[in-house]
């Protein structure tokens, strides 16, 4: 602190050893978004393809938001969860008229409403006993997956390492492989109370499940009499040119879970399923903000972005845009190749360098991009759902230039 001026970096000016340390960042504070741009405190801009980890859906502080938010706040913020509200019932009612689920529970964070859905499919186990009249609560997961950062959604994320990291786990989440039905099958007992997977694997590296997966596991947990779940916390909201992914695969889970996009930035989530499975009772679930009128009027102004006419079938266009660019990256510096669903893709590099080109690309002058790499040899890109072709090139030829650079350094 008592350094003499000249050896204080703009950064410095900031008291950053106040918070509490989770994890190495950038010397940077980001003091503007618009859209697809950032601006941190040297005044220097960033073309942001993180998007708050594809939270903003319609990009950093959309118009539309700042309406909903301010329009909101001045007339009531939180009247609390044992009352109604407008905003909340009215999207929960777009929610259910545009999916095929028929109740909504609305929380703040997508582990949030994992753990409520990790609830539900307990309590409906309890009232499906199996034939011995026990109660069923075992929830297969899947390995690479993930599902938030809570006790329980960590035991059941398939994460290498958080089986111990906070040992003892919450039991009772056995793991299968994705897109082997034969894995889930093997693990089905008369314990098992459902099967919970994202449809496309976000942080394990943007893995879609296949559609023949996706129906087969359908079919099975019906035979079974055994629930599907679905945590479309990263997948949901229209990222994947669908409202939903699930719909990819034409077919009808009981309970899936929304998160990050929903609330197109602010803190959000929703646990949806059908009028089957509503089995709460007073007293089994609740939140002090939970469906809060400020954060679902901001959710019903994203919900009518996406629903406008043209908006998804745009998503998928970008993303086919996005896929064609990525393809021919691959082409340039012989890379391994590209998938994913939509606006949320990944880049296979090959080797590596996925660290190296994220601090290249962000160091980058007079302009950063910001990137993600989930693993070392992946890019991850989840950008603004209404971004614009030329935002798409620009990431583009400015990924082209950094690429080799990195290949140089390994
Ligand atoms: C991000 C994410 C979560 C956790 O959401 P939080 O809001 O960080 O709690 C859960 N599931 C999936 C698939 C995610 O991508």
Known sequence: MNKPEHLHSAFDQYATDSLLFITNRPRLVFTEGHGMWLTDHNGKRYLDWLQGWAVNCLGHSPECIQTALVQQAKKVINPSPAFFNEPSIKLADMLT????????????????????????????????????????????????????????????????GWDTMFAPQVPGFPKAELNDLASVEALINDKTVAVMLEPIQGEGGVIPATREFMQGLRALTKEKNILLIVDEVQSGMGRSGKLFAY???????????????????????ALMCKESVAVFEPGDQGGTYNGNPLMTA???????????????????????????????????????????????????????????????????EPTGLLLNSPRPDLLRFMPALNLSTDEIDLMLSMLSEVIPVAQKNV
């Open 97 to 160: 008229s545009h999916s095929c689920f028929d109740r909504v529970f609305f929380a703040n964070s997508g582990a949030e409403a994992n753990e409520g859905a990790i609830k539900l499919a307990r309590k409906w186990g309890k009232l499906h006993p199996n034939k011995n009249n026990e109660h069923r609560y075992e929830i297969i997961t899947f390995n690479h997956s993930f599902h938030g950062r809570t006790l329980a959604t960590m035991s059941a994320s398939g994460k290498a």
């Open 247 to 269: 719909q990819l695969s034409d077919i009808e889970p009981d309970i899936m879970t929304l998160g990050k996009g929903i609330g197109g930035g602010v803190p959000l989530s």
């Open 298 to 364: 901001a959710g019903l102004a994203v919900l009518e972005t996406l629903l406008s006419p043209g908006f998804l079938q745009s998503v998928t266009d970008k993303g086919n845009y996005l896929k064609a660019g990525l393809l021919e990256l691959c082409e340039k510096h012989g890379l391994e190749g590209e998938r994913g669903e939509g606006l949320l893709r990944a880049l296979k590099l090959g080797s590596p360098i996925g660290g190296k080109i994220v601090e290249l690309a962000r160091d980058l």
